[in-house]
């Protein structure tokens, strides 16, 4: 089966005052009918933000998200722009367009740059080698990467952000 080519649906949350860009790979199918990140209900994103920052990104609803995520100097996007993909399934991504990440950081204060999961990781310094410093994999906040508990996320997540 030859599945459709899929554009991001939804910008980027990003403003000149942002210090840190997360990046996943592409929308899952659920934040694509949703028109927001990670939005599936077992995705453990929100639950690590709440835990690693105090503040309920839970409960919040999108705009309180957004307002969350600036309070807290963090971008959102992913690395993908566009692409094939069956469902939401990573490994079966192809004809993938990488977003314009030197764009898309150019006059913001981002410093840091996380990459959700190792697909994530892959495309990004597959696309963007030079900005290869800047990066770090962190595991992925994916019901699908059930490797990790959710307090072993926690950890590695905090790390990687306290790291300079």
């Not at 939005?39 to 690693?52: C, D, E, S, V």
């Not at 996380?114 to 990781?121: K, V």
């Amino acid at each position: 089966m030859n599945n459709p080519l899929i554009t991001h649906p939804f910008k980027p949350i990003i403003d000149k005052e942002a210090t840190v860009l997360i990046l996943g790979s592409f929308p899952s199918v659920t934040s694509r009918q949703d028109d927001f990140y990670y939005m599936h209900p077992q995705n453990r994103f929100w639950k690590i933000l709440t835990a690693i920052y105090g503040d309920d990104f839970v409960d919040a609803s999108v705009r309180e998200k957004k307002r969350l995520l600036h309070k807290h100097g963090i971008a959102l996007y992913d690395v993908i722009e566009q692409c094939r993909i069956e469902q939401s399934a990573d490994h079966t991504i192809t004809d993938a367009a990488p977003a314009d990440i030197p764009s898309l950081i150019e006059n913001t204060h981002i410093n840091k740059i996380l990459l959700n999961g190792r697909s994530a990781e892959r495309l990004f310094l597959s696309h963007h080698p030079r900005l290869g410093k800047t990066a770090v994999y962190v595991p992925s906040s994916s019901p699908a990467n059930a490797r990790y508990s959710l307090d072993d996320l926690i950890r590695s997540w905090k790390k990687a952000l306290e790291e300079s």
